[in-house]
């Protein structure tokens, strides 16, 4: 705002006619020019106020706020003299606008701001007359408001509206920052998260494998961190349990050894012929089908380790009742079949079968022991004895890993297992048999055996040497050496003799078979340095030459092996 002054400079001519109430200056504009006198108000009284201006060139002053009608104004000295006023009695009035002048001096008639005319009676005195300048600042104004002032906005300055335009700036900028600041941290969160579910995922990776390394699951490895091919194979740990099925309806048995090797992981069902040849109790040559149903388990048991050179831990009798309940207890069993095979209390022909030839077949309690003991016109005792081995391997897939739960199973099924096997050791050998079978570790083999019985030395090697152990079973002090026997001499009847006459000397005898071929020369072998002294002495008790002792090859059952040739000479 400008500062208010005494003098004034410009391009008209005014002259200080006095001071206001307020201590200010007040000028008049020079006579030489008719002053103008303006009402922004009254334009009817226009004219007028030129003609009374014309008259009293020098009477400036009047009262812009006057409300009656005011006296003439004597005309000012041309000289310095002081100007007089009429000082009669005036009603207060507020402090005028300068930019609101009302009236005409010159008519004397005063104009109401509001359009009435002011009564002709008596005028106050105007305590001064004041005329403004362009450039003057008017009278500083009253600290409060005049209700009858009219304000006009060209006298405000709007501070106001930029100190909240500022606000709303930073307000705006604390949101977008706010903002900003929330999408940082949403993005860390989710970098966060992200970066927990990798580390999570990469321990459960490496939880994983440690496991089946621990587990000896990964290919190469075993339970304790060696690889299965690094440990011989008669090194190897097996869990061997033997179980004879009885057809309690159409008779005859069926026999398998399931083997758990604990070193390689691996279970394996080995069917056994009932044609296998065994030695019985006195000596005496016999068959598996005629030692289950003569000696019983034990006796059975005992020859069984004599002719394969296993260590077995029990025997489990399962009749085919016991069979139907099984199945029916693990919830029924898929099978691939290979024939068809009918009802056998259906008694009219050309009824539908029981079981049907194809692959994956449900199979329930009565259909399983149907296909178990099945065993068409003209087949041989091995194809029967292939379907008990399905079976029994579909009951392990669906027997239950568990060991408690195992052990329910074969509790619930009230049979009376062969000492020294119980419920709790029958249970946790079929869990963990049930667990390989499960993970794809489980095969079935068949014990391959010659028409006479007899193990074939080349075909039962694989089976005998991998699967059983590969040797014979080491002997215990006191144990009888057990002697293979292979007649080569062209005469059966060797056979016998041979027999007969190592039982009376106290040997085990073992029937190997009879070869293809005769043989003029007798040979005796034994693969263990410790063994040469037992081969000698069998040579004493056969009659045949100390000469014919050799270090060799035995077969997988035996301690000490003869091929019977022509030399040996036989008792009419």
């Given at each position: 705002m400008n500062d208010r002054y005494d003098g004034y400079v410009g391009g008209d001519q005014y002259e200080l006619v006095g001071y206001d109430e307020f201590g200010q200056p007040v000028y008049r504009q020079v006579p030489q020019q008719p002053s103008q006198g303006y009402d922004s108000?009254?334009?009817?009284?226009?004219?007028?106020?030129?003609?009374?201006?014309?008259?009293?060139?020098?009477?400036?002053?009047?009262?812009?706020?006057?409300?009656?009608?005011?006296?003439?104004?004597?005309?000012?000295?041309?000289?310095?003299?002081?100007?007089?006023?009429?000082?009669?009695?005036?009603?207060?009035?507020?402090?005028?606008?300068?930019?609101?002048?009302?009236?005409?001096?010159?008519?004397?008639?005063?104009?109401?701001?509001?359009?009435?005319?002011?009564?002709?009676?008596?005028?106050?005195?105007?305590?001064?007359?004041?005329?403004?300048?362009?450039?003057?600042?008017?009278?500083?104004?009253d600290s409060e408001p005049r209700a009858d002032r009219d304000y006009r906005t060209e006298q405000f300055a709007f501070v106001e509206e930029q100190e909240a335009e500022s606000e709303d700036v930073i307000d705006w900028l604390k949101f977008t920052e706010n903002r900003t600041e929330r999408r940082e941290e949403a993005r860390r969160r989710a970098r966060g998260r992200i970066v927990a579910l990798v580390v999570v995922l990469a321990l459960v990776a490496v939880g994983g494998v440690g496991y089946l390394w621990y587990a000896g699951k990964l290919p190469g490895t075993s339970s304790d961190g060696k690889s299965a091919a690094t440990t011989p194979v008669g090194a190897q740990n097996r869990d061997v349990l033997v179980v004879h099925l009885h057809n309690t309806k159409g008779g005859g048995t069926s026999t398998a050894l399931l083997v758990d090797n604990t070193t390689t992981k691996q279970g394996t069902t080995v069917l056994l012929p009932n044609s296998l040849a065994l030695t019985g109790d006195d000596g005496s040559t016999t068959t598996l089908a005629k030692s289950v149903d003569d000696d019983g388990s034990s006796g059975t048991q005992d020859a069984i380790d004599t002719v394969l050179g296993t260590n077995i831990q029990g025997t489990w009798r399962l009749d085919t009742p016991y069979l139907n309940n099984l199945v029916e207890l693990v919830g029924n069993i898929d099978v691939t079949t290979n024939a068809d095979v009918p009802d056998p209390d259906s008694k009219k022909k050309g009824d539908a079968p029981l079981v049907k030839k194809g692959a994956d077949q449900t199979l329930s309690g009565k259909m399983a022991v149907a296909y178990a003991t099945y065993r068409a016109s003209g087949e041989a005792q091995n194809a029967q004895l292939e379907r008990f081995g399905q079976v029994m391997q579909g009951v392990l897939r669906k027997l239950s890993s568990d060991k408690q739960a195992a052990t329910t199973t074969v509790q619930t099924l009230a049979q009376i297992l062969d000492p020294p096997l119980t419920d709790q050791d029958l249970g946790a050998f079929l869990a963990k048999l049930a667990d390989l079978a499960k993970g794809g570790d489980y095969k079935t083999a068949l014990l391959p055996v010659q028409q006479d019985g007899t193990l074939s030395a080349s075909a039962s090697d694989s089976v005998i040497k991998n699967v059983l152990g590969g040797t014979a079973k080491s002997p215990q002090a006191g144990d009888a050496v057990r002697v293979g026997i292979r007649n080569a001499t062209g005469s059966k009847a060797a056979t016998e003799q041979a027999r007969v006459v190592l039982v009376n000397g106290g040997y085990t005898f073992l029937d190997s078979g009879t070869a293809g071929a005769a043989q003029s020369v007798s040979r005796i072998t034994y693969a263990d340095a410790g063994r040469k002294d037992d081969a000698a002495e069998v040579a004493k008790t056969l009659g045949l030459p100390a000469g014919a002792v050799k270090k060799g090859t035995v077969t997988s059952n035996a301690d000490v092996s003869v091929v019977l040739g022509q030399d040996y000479k036989t008792s009419s």
């Open positions: 108000y009254a334009q009817q009284q226009h004219s007028q106020q030129q003609h009374s201006q014309q008259q009293h060139p020098q009477g400036y002053g009047y009262d812009p706020y006057a409300t009656g009608q005011q006296q003439p104004v004597p005309s000012y000295d041309t000289g310095q003299q002081q100007p007089s006023y009429d000082t009669g009695q005036q009603q207060p009035v507020p402090p005028y606008d300068s930019y609101e002048p009302y009236g005409t001096a010159a008519t004397g008639t005063a104009f109401d701001p509001f359009g009435q005319t002011a009564s002709t009676g008596q005028q106050p005195r105007v305590a001064e007359q004041t005329a403004y300048i362009p450039q003057q600042a008017g009278p500083a104004e």
